[in-house]
């Protein structure tokens, strides 16, 4: 048998049927010899996830919902060759086998956590696309990271070219040699600041707000994502979740790190240094370009893909984030600055009223009032010294999941009151 490339790296792909996850198997496809597929893993999108097998060609496939499972089986893709599995089990199997090397966290919300922190116990290098990894238990994530020596490669688009920008820069809290984990390494940075599209209601005029159909909310101007996210960037619940992971990821306290309404979604991320230097990462929305660059990283892929014509574009517009537009941003940002697994609770309240405000439960301006409301309530319990102890503090992932949980349960609560 020939020796392996050096540059060769063995995939498990997490939510191999989602956005990332296709994007994910459009770029290794055009480098197979390059990009083995070990595992895919997806919850219940079983034709699709067949098809996957079919031409990628995995020893393992994971259908998470075990009756998904039993299809796969049925179908028998690959000629049965590839192994199914399913649940938790099969997703940590699948993450932590010694014949992969690099792990594409794309599985969404709450339950992709697991996996990620296994596949970081185990030393591997992690594409990390779930937010809700960072935001439930970002400090004991990154800090398991420099344990282990695993690779912790930022894929969301934002976080991304905030990496880019500072490549030569001891640019991860958990990279390999980095002098001062948590610093920024040394390097000399002032402040990042993210970019938001502004989502699907930027221009709306606020008096109209409740008007706002599921149909408008799920429109977004710049990108095709999946309901939740989409959602979420109509609210910028999505963006004040991404300055929870640049926090972590980056070793920056949340004061030194902005966020700026960008329309165009060109200018991805800004890097500010301390000698006044700004670098920005610029390029089409295309999320095949961060993917490219956490599998190939050190290197560059040659990619075949639509290349940005500036003169084309012609304006570049940066805003400030208006309050008033997005109240839910700042109920991220108070969640952060309270600190412990606030931030967990956030994302778990979140998660269960944007699934109620799918389900047709209230109009859109219920998303943000549930959610002040769950705030309020977490700062009570903390006043009176009933804050459970997995919120005021992270210590495990399954104080991570049990805080998370709370959020969770505690919008619940407020659903039900609202309807009564």
Not at 19 to 45: C, E, K
Not at 78 to 92: A, C, D, K, Y
Not at 304 to 332: C, I, K, Q, T, W
Request: hydrophobic fraction near 45%; include cysteine.
């Amino acid at each position: 048998m020939p020796p392996r490339p050096s540059s060769e790296k063995t995939l498990t792909v997490l939510g191999s049927t989602g956005s990332i996850g296709r994007n994910t198997l459009d770029v290794a496809g055009r480098f197979p010899d390059r990009y083995p597929i070990h595992a895919l893993a997806a919850h219940t999108n079983v034709e699709l996830l067949a098809s996957q097998i079919e031409r990628h060609r995995p020893a393992v496939a994971v259908a998470f919902d075990p009756k998904a499972a039993e299809r796969l089986r049925d179908l028998k893709p690959n000629g049965g060759h590839t192994t199914v599995l399913s649940g938790m089990e099969g997703l940590l199997e699948a993450a932590t086998d010694a014949r992969v090397d690099h792990v594409v966290a794309g599985i969404v919300g709450a339950i992709g956590m697991r996996p990620a922190y296994a596949a970081i116990e185990a030393g591997k290098e992690i594409s990390l696309a779930n937010k809700e990894a960072l935001v439930l238990a970002g400090e004991l994530m990154l800090s398991r990271a420099e344990e282990t020596g695993s690779r912790v490669l930022p894929l969301d688009s934002e976080h991304n070219a905030v990496f880019q920008c500072l490549n030569g820069h001891n640019p991860l809290r958990a990279s390999a040699g980095s002098p001062e984990p948590g610093s920024m390494g040394g390097s000399r940075v002032e402040r990042i600041v993210l970019t938001a599209s502004g989502g699907a209601f930027r221009d709306r005029p606020l008096d109209t707000f409740a008007d706002i159909t599921r149909e408008e909310a799920l429109a977004h101007p710049n990108w095709a994502m999946g309901p939740k996210i989409t959602v979420d960037s109509a609210t910028m619940m999505n963006k004040g979740l991404e300055v929870i992971e640049a926090r972590w990821l980056f070793g920056l306290p949340p004061e030194r790190i902005g966020v700026l309404v960008h329309r165009q979604s060109i200018v991805h991320a800004l890097v500010e240094f301390v000698d006044g230097s700004v670098l920005a990462q610029l390029g089409l929305p295309d999320m095949r370009t961060p993917i490219a660059c956490c599998l190939a990283y050190p290197e560059r892929l040659p990619m075949d893909l639509p290349r940005l014509n500036l003169a084309e574009v012609g304006r570049l517009e940066f805003e400030p984030v208006d309050e008033a537009r997005y109240p839910v941003f700042f109920l991220a940002l108070e969640a952060l600055k309270a600190g412990g697994g606030r931030p967990a609770a956030l994302n778990g309240a979140n998660e269960a009223v944007v699934e109620a405000y799918l389900a047709g439960a209230f109009p859109f301006t219920g998303i943000a009032a549930i959610l002040k409301q769950a705030m309020a309530r977490l700062d009570k319990e903390a006043q009176s010294g009933a804050l459970p102890p997995f919120v005021a503090r992270i210590a495990t992932v399954d104080d991570a999941v049990a805080a998370d949980r709370h959020g969770r349960d505690l919008a619940a609560r407020l659903i039900a009151e609202s309807k009564s």
